[in-house]
């Protein structure tokens, strides 16, 4: 279970509902943890290789952005860690 580059664009969707069920059917929130450090290492990953200003993909890399910074906050959310505004 984990967020993976396909191209240069970052899946996410899928993932986050297998981590989900997979903390439902096992009680087991680490599915979770797991998922939001993939989330973490694979955007950082995205940021560090894509350019998102004045590129030809800006408005897609912007969702992925928006998409990426929900997702962490949900899955932050759902194992009880308060996110932080700013690294």
Same mark, same amino acid.
């Given at each position: 279970?984990?967020? %993976?580059?396909?191209?240069?664009?970052?899946?996410? %969707?899928?993932? $986050?509902?297998?981590?989900?069920?997979?903390?439902?059917?096992?009680?087991?929130?680490?599915?979770?943890? #797991? $998922?939001?450090?993939?989330?973490?290492?694979?955007?950082?990953?995205? #940021? %560090?290789?894509? %350019?998102?200003?004045?590129?030809?993909?800006?408005?897609?890399?912007?969702?992925? #952005?928006?998409?990426?910074?929900?997702?962490?906050?949900?899955?932050?959310?759902?194992?009880?860690?308060?996110?932080v505004e700013r690294m």
């Open positions: 279970i984990g967020v %993976r580059l396909v191209g240069s664009e970052m899946c996410i %969707r899928d993932s $986050w509902y297998d981590a989900v069920l997979a903390a439902h059917d096992t009680s087991f929130p680490h599915f979770i943890s #797991n $998922w939001a450090y993939h989330l973490a290492t694979t955007y950082t990953a995205f #940021n %560090r290789d894509c %350019r998102i200003i004045d590129s030809d993909a800006q408005a897609s890399r912007i969702c992925i #952005n928006h998409a990426s910074l929900v997702a962490m906050h949900e899955a932050l959310r759902l194992i009880g860690v308060e996110p």
